[in-house]
C-alpha cells in the first residue's frame, strides 16, 4: 500500500509515519510538508537516510526532497495547486 502523509513532520504526522512504518514496514509513505512553524524535519531523522548527516541550516533551509527506505519526503505547500498535480 502507498500512503500520502500530509504534514508529516509535525507532531501528530510524525507519529503517526512512525507508528505505521512499525507497523507496516512494507508499505510506502510519501511525507509531504512546508516545514513551517510546527513541522521540524528532525522528526522524521530515523527512518530518513542521510538526514543526520546534514547540518542544522541545511535541514531546514535546503531541503526539498529526501528519501528513505520505504519514505519519501517533499517539502511543499498542499495549497499550491501547481506544485502538487501530476
Known sequence: MKLLVTGGA???GS???HYWLKNHPED???VFDLLTYAGHIQSLK???DGLDKMSGDEQGDAISSISGKNIQFI???ITDASFVAI
Request: aromatic share 14%.
Open 10 to 12: 509535525g507532531f501528530i
Open 15 to 17: 507519529n503517526f509515519v
Open 28 to 30: 510506502e509513505i510519501i
Open 46 to 48: 530515523d527512518v530518513l
Open 75 to 77: 517539502r511543499g505547500d
